[in-house]
């Protein structure tokens, strides 16, 4: 079975779809985590973010690995070495949408999400997981919540991250470039599948969402 949950940055996805993975004993596929991994290759590199070419090809030749953990969060691994606390620094975040806009990497993530996906019973978040990835996917969801809302959550994790040089400003500007590159992309852009569950979380707990959605998934 596959659980597609799709949604702005901050909505909450990420959290929810962890919790709900576990609940189900399903995997949890964070494919936000993969592309921002080659983000931070290509920063690491001095490779130009706006090159779709350099950035298509550098694609091409990275190995991305995501490995569940019983804590919860999933280790990121970059060529084999552990970048889970690299890829949410800010300098990532702020390039993250322009690489995952790029059509050739977008192409290359997806067959690599699809082999992940089709390996055993899953729950993925991201993007364009119900539109794209696993148009027929058994379950949907699109996690959503007021802006300042996402911008106060967004704050927050990088803060339990220990993430140093934040302010709200910056994560504030940050969440707004992200969702006009992530609505307004050419190719696979932010939107709610038709047959989508949607979820405002914005006056909602963590376990009232978490509720909603294992109802939902195991009718």
């Known amino acids: 079975m596959i659980i597609a949950v799709d949604g702005p940055a901050g909505s ?13 004993g399903f995997l949890y596929i964070d494919t936000g985590a993969m592309y921002r991994a080659l983000t931070l290759k290509a ?11 350099a950035i298509a090809a550098l694609a091409s030749r990275t190995k991305i690995d ?10 990121v691994l970059l060529d084999n070495k552990d ?49 794209v990835v696993f148009p027929k996917a058994e379950k949907k969801f699109f996690v959503d919540a007021d802006f300042e809302e996402r ?10 991250l220990k ?18 590159i992530d609505s307004t992309r050419k190719v696979a852009p932010l939107k709610k599948a038709q047959d989508a ?3 405002d979380t914005t006056k909602l707990t963590i376990e009232q969402v978490l509720d909603l959605m294992l109802n ?4």
């Open 12 to 24: 909450g996805k990420s959290t929810v779809a962890k919790l709900l993975a576990k609940k189900l």
């Open 43 to 53: 920063l690491d590199n001095n490779i130009e973010i706006n090159d779709s070419k």
């Open 66 to 75: 995501l490995i569940p953990t019983s804590e919860g969060p999933v280790k």
């Open 83 to 131: 970048v889970s606390l690299a890829v949410r620094e800010p300098r990532v975040t702020k390039f993250v949408s322009n690489v995952a806009k790029i059509a050739a990497v977008r192409k290359h993530m997806v067959v690599l999400q699809r082999k992940m996906g089709f390996s055993k019973d899953c729950v993925l978040d991201g993007r364009d997981i119900g539109t």
């Open 151 to 160: 911008v106060t959550r967004r704050y927050k994790d990088l803060i339990n």
């Open 163 to 180: 993430i140093e040089g934040v302010s709200r400003a910056q994560v504030a500007q940050d969440l707004k470039n992200r969702d006009t």
């Open 197 to 199: 569950i949607y979820l």
């Open 216 to 219: 939902y998934s195991i009718r």
